[in-house]
Structure formats: structure tokens, C-alpha cells
């Protein structure tokens, strides 16, 4: 068969490993060739191709980022979206189309493959863990793993100086890196935004910590909020200009770190891991689920499985339809939170 | 409660977070207090304790080994062990006990629970990944992150001096760190138990891959045998004296390495990892496992679930029968070892 | 002999190290007894104390921060501060005091020892390596990896999305981690203090990188500063409230990412490493150096040569004057910035 | 100019550093060309190139191993090898050749150079850093970062299982990799080829520190010999077929693991860290090094420094002449080694 491939969306650790797979099985079982379209979407729309054979992909199994390019790039934005990816798929005589990406480029996929019979399946990647009906998605675990490390290092300045160190995780819209590093760094603190915390709680928090004659730590994801009334509160003196929550969520690791200081007369200090998290090679976990991942797709594609989206349960690879996957976010589940929260304070 | 807790079996990476996670949850949310026995089940038999307590456990979470000290006594091979388990309990007036071990240590336990009564609840680690009815156990991740780490260096060797590595690596009846860091770490044949090797076809691999102009790595189970005839047929030149299973195998990497060589020309080195995969800081991924199995099982004690083990079923933490999780080996399936051997060669 | 010690200003990764090799010296081959003083200078003037015996520093060797706490307390800002520091000496009859720290600490532990007699020995700690006479100070070479490993990572995302990364690393006054870490890292323009930077320049070499099509890293301090006219021009647009320097270049990487993508039109993300670099484990370099340090410190004061730091010149531990390597701050060397210019762009 | 580069002996990390230097600055800053000779010497001798550009070394400055591919091979073991050398820099009307290896193959360039005339400059490396007048060799660095990060995780199995863990390193001659890798990862004993051991004394440092309640590292140099007595005394039990020393080295790691158990009758368990110290990304340290060493190579040869060996000196970068640096091997001083004593035991 003939075969394109593209990856869409914020890069992530993984990614080669997918297409590596991918082409080793497809050229080695099946007899495939593959196009890769440069840029995910972006690249199906102006037809701009990548070469991709077993040549391109060797030795990039521990590489980071992705050998095609990638683009937030939404084909279905424009009103002839549809006829261009059909187009480009016909102009390459293409059987069929593999998207590795996100929620956004899969939500993409599930509606080109329902609504306009384009022949695909998907692969699940994001740092951010928000995919709903797999275990975990491509590049998540390595996200968690730069986050604890960087956790790792701040309890030494924090004991040291007997400081609060809070830190900001990445997290669009799901709290998966924040609880999982928060608890594998030994966080005294997890705020996510499945929860709008308490600043009052959280100061607390921080007064018991340093009681116990430990210094806090406390993990926050990007998008976490306070509760409403504490906004309105604080807005006087700290510049919140905008009603778009994602403006006045950028910079929340600071703003908090600034309450608590204000409140609790502790001297704190932010740290924001930023784009780190989502560079460099992948974690183990994470090469052994993109290849995974990887083989499978293309064993869907033979089955003809248009619309389907590969998945992790257990151990298993199974797949789901990118439609439900891609109709809701998957979010850290109110009794996990309370569970870990244990080691609150 | 009084909950008494133990470690067995080989050290791991991860045994410190199981230890912190019961004391922080059974003494602040349950009011437990705990007597933690020193070297497994020898210090349940010679009574010999160490202060378990939120201030013992303080620290330890990124900590390898175990602050309670390891054994691999069984308290079934002497007559009354049984008797002496139930009587060390009895003096400390302790309600329940946790086993934290891997098949051997909760293979005793199954039956202590089963056959006397002992209410006692289990938690599996081991870096061999080997027990049933659990997708994971604690300590797997960390070694199969050692392991890919290393794989990851020696490619540069093998490159430049286009030489064969052969690494073995750990597992003793199963093959999953060696599929899991052979498969991650880029290797071009993975041997485990599970599979008796022909040597000709490794060295058809290891040619063919020269062909390709890379040079081989060769990933090796320690307990992965060849097919039988062959060890007759080298038994000559090799000094293979015992009989005995553990005695052949001891070096196996070794061998194949000497064998490769001989048969095909090329120069081979080989590398065996050895007790680094079992010892320093847990991965995040084995961090919030043995967290996630200490909240559990602290909570299994105050149900009363005598006989059971925490599992790991997709992301959710279960519970499984320890005599039934003791009863067999999981070992790696046919059809996962095939899928992977697209990348063999 | 008694003996004092302190660790001053920001903690960085080695103290401890420190700590542990004069403790075992003196106390194995000199007979020595040691007190610790809490929070540098702090502890001093307000005579409070930690143990400090072999039990105390074992197992420290790989732990980043002080057992003994820092601040950055200037013992001489009180007018009766080195009658303080010779009361609390006198009061448990310390025979001397060995002062661990930055410029500031050791420049005060120089007046000490030149104006009051105290008999005190320096070693030198920071990240920022500006103390000079001495190769390297105790954190440097750890803070340089922190810094490379997530320029490392950083990599990827720029060629993914090609995008400019601006990367904002630590360095006081002086440029030494923005240099090592962004020539270790293959940075494509590093900006230090000590040569204000041209942004007209950064802009082409960042248009040169995209097409010579990778994408470009930019490593800054976080002290650097564009060029004197700039800043003025840019003054409206951003907000640069005050004419306070240090309040100025507060943000420097975020102010030059916003000023590339205002002129190239490329999209830019600026990333702050902050504390990470300063935690965590040492770097086995500096596990040698802290190490040798706290060796020949201790000789030192069994030698009475009072008012000298520990200083490595090559691969010697010499000693130089605490009042001479206090005077000055070490900076880049322009030739040596101009060796490493062929790299920019 | 015309420049030939060849990379020569083991392996080790930071070569393709040291090549992207010699290439980025001759390029860009002298207008250079390039040849690469594949597979160190025997590539001169055989007249094999590899293509060297700036296109051929992006990307390259933290991979491992080298792009030119290395040998063992002595231009000079064979009657006509000068003549060959000089006839394959005439065909490429090369004008200066660049010879980056350990002591062998710099050993031979410095008789080319002086002998026969050949207008070459040497960059030394090896992890062993056996080469005098530097300070550090390329490779170095990295390969202590590999053996250290190894003690620390085998500190926690030490410790839980109360053992004796024998590490044996690397070091041909010398025993600089484990003296910093042994004091940067706190190991009770360090064993070096310049001072023969005692097995009688490592056996008492081995009973003290297990009194001191914790368990002992013994890191050991493979080249490190007992006292001369001892091994006639064990010949018998332990199979030591030849007179030939490096036969008898072979595996001195497990011999002392064995004596220690047999004489004191604690287990011990034997790692041997092998080829994955030579492989891998090179440190920042090294990168740093080998990048200064490329910059300053290309200069000497512009200025027809022919003979000279880029060299270390506290952190600047001095040349030297190669007779002189291949004339005999840099071991480690004794009162290096005695200063480091404090910590056995």
C-alpha cells in the first residue's frame, strides 16, 4: 500500500519512535511506501512532502522532536480543507493516511474520516495525558520525568533556605503532569484545574510544612485557577487585565507564588519548567508505547480500520474511534486527587 | 491499628516510596502505628524491629533500596516458622502485617495467610516484572531505564569500532527487561527464556545488520538459554561443567558473545549490567506505583482483606488473590515477543 | 582543635561535600571536634548551632543544598557584627572557623580575618564561578549541566516547529554558565554581561540559523544587557519601569524574545531555568573538587594560615588570599568570548 | 588549506566535538577543506575518506563515538607506513593533517611528525586521561560521570543487602578513572594500577565499614595488582593460566570479590561497568574541552605548529609537543593518593 504520514500539534518526545515503527513494519511485512507530509496538516493542505523510508528513520528511535516537521495548522479551518487533503492524498495515489497528534489533529482526523471517507487512523500523542479511552498517550511519560527531576533538584534550595518553591507544570487543560511529577517529586501541594484551589488552604499547607522543619514545595499546572472570589479579590494589585482565561492564566505559577508570600510573610520563589518538558529524548516507557503504537497503526491500516485510534489499556494495544476520543478531554478524576492527597501539607 | 511491614526478597528501586506512602496514610488518616521488621522475613523470625514512623520514612521517597534491610529467608523452610511469625505478632500486639516482596517473599506469605491465619496483605516489586494478575511491579521501570540507558551508550561503540555488543542484562525467569530495554534501547536482537535462541539465526541478524552499514547490539536475558543441541556442541571448548540449570546459564552473555565471534569474524564484546539495575533513585513511573500500592494496601488492611495483593490493571490500582499472583510466573507471550521482532537484524 | 563552620549565601550543589571532607580529616587524622553554625553568618551572630560529626555528614556526598542551612546575612552590617563573631567563637572556645561561600560571605570572612583576627580559612562556592585565582568554585560545573541538558532538550522543539528559543540561565555578573552551557549545548549565540549585545545581530544570526534551515537556541543570562541605545528605544513598548539596573533586566529573555519576534517575525519562546540550577545532586566534578577543598581546608587551618581560600589552579589545590580573591569579580575574558563567536549564528 | 583529520584508537566521547570545531572554524574563519579519513591510521595507510563538512558534522557535538569511524592501527608497524602516509596526503594535495587519539596513535604522529616530516597537529583523548602535560583528555569526564552515577545506584543494594560490592572500572595504566569515580561516588577503597594493593588491608577497610553499620564499595582499576605474594598464593584455586600480565588482569574485579568473601565471609557481588564508559553523549565538561581543542588544533595548523599537541592548563589551552606528551604515561601521583586515604575504610 501506499501511505502518508504527518505529525500535528505541539512537538512531544515519541514522535520518531511512531514513524520508525511504523516504516520498519510497513516496509518489512507489508511491502508499504510511505510519504511524509512536512509540518502535519499544513503540509497535506499544500502538499508538501517529506521522504520517508527506512533510510530516514534510522537512528532516531532516542530522538526528540519530530524528522517531519509539525504545525497546529487545523485543515478543517478553511472551507475547502476536506477536497485539499482529498486531493493530496489522490494527487500521491495514497491508500491511506496515518495522523499522530493531539486532541486538535485527531479531532481533525475523526471528522475527515466520518464525515468525508478519508481513509485513516490515528495515533495518540501529547505531553498533557488528555486523550480519553487510552492509558496514557505518547510523550506524557517523559514530560513527567523532566518535571520530577526538576522537583528533585528544588527540595535542596528549598531546605536550604527554608523557602517555598513553587513550581509550574505544563498542562493545557488536564492536571496528568502536575499530579504525576507533584507526586513522584515529593510535592507537599498539587493544583490542577480540574480542582480550583484555595489560596487560604494552600498557605496553610505551606505553614504546616515549614512547622515539620522541612521547606514546601508546591507543583502547579499552567492552567490551574483559584477559587472565583480570590480572583476578584486580587486583581488590584496584580495586573489581571483580561476576562480571557487563558491570559490571565499565563504566569499562575507567579501570581501564586506572590500570595503566598504576601500571605504568609515566607519568601518564595517560581520556577516555570517551560518547554523542557516537552524536548529531548523520550523515556524509555514512552519508546516502547510510540513503537508499539507505531506497529499497530500500520496493522490497522491493512485492516482497513478507517477512523480508529490506537490505545493503551493495561498492557494491551486496542484500538478505539478517534470520534470518541476526541469528543471530550480525559481529566484527573476527583477521587485520584483526593487520594494523593494525603501528602498535602 | 498496629500494622507491622516488611521487605524481602532482592533490593529495588521504589520499596522506600511503598514504606512512606503506608506510614503517611496509616498515621494520619487511620491513626496506625508501625513496627517495621529488619531483613524480611528474618527479622519476623528473630524479632528484630526498626522504628517505622512519618519521621523515618521522611526523605526517602527518590531513595533506592529499603530502610527496613532485605533478606531472602523464608519463614516456611524451617518447621515452626509459622509458629514464630504468629508469636512475633502476638508480642507486638500487631493486627496486620504488609509483605512488601517479589514471587518468594509472597509466595510465603500467600500461605502464611492461606494455611495460618497471619493477616497479612502483599505488594509486588521486582525488577523482573514476573509476577501475574498486575500489569507492573515496583522496580521494573527504573531497571529497564538503567538497562536503555546503557544500550543507548554502547551504540556509539559498536559504531565506531563496528564491533557486535552483546549486553545482558537482568531477569531471571522472565524476559521483560530485556524486551522492554532491548525494544527501547534500538536493539537488533532481544534473547529471553522465553524463547530458546538459535545462534546461526542471531548471527545471520548480526551480519545483516553490518550489511546495513550499523554495527549490532545484541540485548540478553541472563537466563535466556540457546536451543539445546548447540550447548552440547560447545560444551568442548567452553567450560560449561554443571549440569545444572543456574550454573550453565551463569555468563550466557559471555558465550554468545565468544560464539558470535567465532562464527561470523566479527570482533564482540560483551557488557553485563549487573546489580545496576536493581539499585538508586525510582523512575517517576515507579515512584507513583509504589505510592499508589502503599495507599492501597494500607487501606486493604484496614478492610481486612487478608490474602491479597495491590495490582495494577491499566491506571487503576486492584486487588488480586496472593496465592493465585504466587502461583505461576507471568512470563513474555509469544505473540509480543513476534511483534517485536520487526526490528531483529 | 575546635573548629568552626559556616555555609554562606545561595546554596548550590557540593556543600555538603565540603562538609563531609573536613569532618572526616579532622576528625581521623587531626582529632578535631567540630561545631556547624546555622544559616552562614546568622547562626554566628546569633550563636546557633547544628552537630557536625561523622554521623552528620554521612551518606551527604550526592546531596545537593547544606545540612548546615545558608542565608546571606553580612555579618559586618551591624556595627558590633565582628565583636558578635568573636563572642560566639570565644564562647565555644573555637579555635578557628572555616567560611564556606560566594563573594559576599568570603568577602566579609576577609575583613574578618584582616581587621579582627579571626582565625578563619575560606572555601569558595557558586555557581556563578566569578571568584577568581581559582580555575573553578564549587556548583559551577553542576549548574553548566543543569543548563546543557535542557538546552539539549530544548533542541527538538525549535527544529520541530522552528521556532527561536531563547534561553535565560543564571550568572550574576558574570557570563561563565551561559558560556560553557550554551557552547556545551551548541547554542547559536550566547549573551553575557560582559559584553553588551547588539539585537540587530542576535536577529541576523537567527535569520542566518533558519536558513542554513535549523532553528536556533540563544542563550542569555540573566544579567546581560542589550546594547545602551536599545533600551531607551524599546522603553515604550515594554514595560522597563525603573532605571534600577538590577530591576531592568529582570525578564532580559523574555524582553529579547518578544524583541526577535517583533523584527524577524519568527516565533520565539523564552525559557527560565531559575533554581534547578542550583539543586539537586553534584556533578561528579564537583563531588572531586568540594571534596579536595574540604581536605585542604582543614590542613590549612592546622597550618594557621589564617585569611587563605582553597583555590584550584590546574589540577593543585593551592591557597591565595581571601582579601585578594574578594576583590574583584573573575569575568569573561573578550578573547575568550570571541574563540567561541565562530559558533554564533 | 587542505586539511586531513583522522580519529585514532578507543573510542570515546566528544570526538565528533572536537571534529565540528576544526571544521566550523576552518571553514568559516580560514576558508579550509576538508578530508576525512575513515577508521583512524588504516584509512591513511588504504587511502579510505569519509566526506567532512559542516554538513557532515551538524548536529553531531553531543553524539558519541566518532563519524569517522576509528582503529588500532600503528601506520608504523609496517616498513613502507610513513611513506604510505606521506603518498596519501600528496594524492589529496592535503596540506596538514589533524591526528586525534590516545597515546598509541599520537605516539605515531609524533614520529611522523619528527622522522618523516609529516606536517601534522595532535588532539589527545581517552577516557584513561594517561597523557601528560593536559590536564584532562577528551572523554574523560564523561567516562567518571558514567562509573559515579554507577557507585550511586550500587550504594542502596550495598547497603539493603549488607554486602560487599566490587566495581571494577576502567584504566589501562593509569587509575585516574577510578580515583574520581571512587571519591565522587563515596566508595570505601579505591584500587589503582600504581599502587598494589594489600587484600589483607581491603579486607579490614571492608570488616570497618561494616561495623560503621553501613556497607562497602571497593572500586578497582582493571589493571590494579595485588601485592606480588598474594597472587602465587591464590593461583591455585583461582584459574590464572598465564604469565602474560593482561591475561592475568583479566577480570581482577572478580578475583578480588571472591577473596573478599572467602576471607571475610560477607558476600560480595562484583560489577564490572565495561564498554558503557566509553560510549555516550559526551559531559558538558567534555564538550566543552573537546570544542576548545578543535578551535585551538585548526589554528596551530595555520600556523605550521607541526609536532604540537593541543593541551590543558587551568582553564587555558597551551600546546606542547607531541614526543614530549607520548614519551611516557600519566599515572597518579602518590600523594594524590594518599590525600583521598582518609576516606577508605
Same mark, same amino acid.
Given at each position: 500500500m501506499r501511505v502518508g504520514v504527518l505529525t500535528g500539534g505541539s512537538d512531544c518526545p515519541g514522535l520518531n519512535a511512531v514513524l520508525r515503527a511504523i516504516v520498519r513494519k510497513g516496509v518489512q511485512e507489508y511491502g508499504d511506501e510511505f510519504t511524509g507530509f512536512r509540518d502535519g496538516w499544513r503540509g497535506v493542505l499544500r502538499d508538501e512532502t517529506v521522504p520517508l523510508d527506512i533510510r530516514a528513520v534510522r537512528? #532516531?528511535? =532516542?530522538? $526528540? $522532536? #519530530?524528522? *517531519?516537521g509539525s504545525s497546529? #495548522?487545523? =485543515? *478543517? &479551518?478553511?472551507?475547502d480543507g476536506a477536497d485539499r487533503v482529498l486531493g493530496t492524498l489522490a494527487r500521491h495515489r495514497l491508500d491511506a493516511l496515518i495522523v499522530i497528534g493531539g486532541t486538535a489533529t485527531l479531532g481533525a482526523a475523526a471528522r475527515l474520516a466520518e464525515d468525508? $471517507?478519508? =481513509?485513516l487512523v490515528g495515533v495518540p500523542k501529547t @505531553?498533557?495525558?488528555? @486523550? =480519553? *479511552? #487510552?492509558d496514557y498517550t505518547v510523550g506524557f511519560d517523559t514530560a513527567v520525568g523532566v518535571a520530577t527531576q526538576a522537583i528533585d533538584r528544588l527540595h535542596t534550595t528549598a531546605e536550604s533556605h527554608k523557602r517555598v518553591l513553587v513550581v509550574e507544570v505544563m498542562g493545557r487543560s488536564a492536571g496528568w503532569i502536575a499530579l504525576h511529577s507533584g507526586l513522584a517529586g515529593g510535592a507537599n501541594c498539587i493544583l490542577i484545574p480540574e480542582q480550583p484551589f484555595n489560596v487560604e488552604q494552600v498557605c496553610e499547607w505551606v505553614e504546616s510544612r515549614f512547622r515539620a522543619t522541612y521547606a514546601p514545595i508546591v507543583v502547579i499546572a499552567d492552567s490551574a485557577l483559584p477559587e472565583s472570589g480570590e480572583i476578584t479579590l486580587h486583581r488590584g494589585t496584580t495586573p489581571?487585565?483580561? &476576562?480571557d482565561p487563558r491570559a490571565r492564566l499565563s504566569g499562575v505559577g507567579e501570581w501564586l507564588g506572590r500570595e503566598i508570600e504576601r500571605r504568609t510573610g515566607k519568601e518564595s520563589r517560581t520556577t516555570v519548567l517551560g518547554h523542557i518538558q516537552r524536548g529531548g529524548a523520550p523515556s524509555p516507557f514512552d519508546r516502547w508505547l510510540a513503537t508499539r503504537f507505531g506497529l499497530h497503526a500500520i496493522d490497522a491500516v491493512h485492516q482497513g480500520d478507517w477512523g480508529s485510534m490506537t490505545a493503551l489499556q493495561g498492557t494491551r494495544i486496542t484500538r478505539v474511534r478517534l470520534a470518541e476520543a476526541t469528543s471530550t478531554l480525559k481529566t484527573v478524576d476527583p477521587s485520584l486527587y483526593e487520594e494523593v492527597g494525603v501528602f498535602f501539607g
Open positions: 537512528g #532516531t528511535l =532516542p530522538r $526528540g $522532536g #519530530t524528522i *517531519l497546529r #495548522t487545523n =485543515p *478543517l &479551518a478553511q472551507e468525508h $471517507g478519508v =481513509p @505531553i498533557d495525558n488528555d @486523550i =480519553p *479511552l #487510552t489581571l487585565p483580561s &476576562a
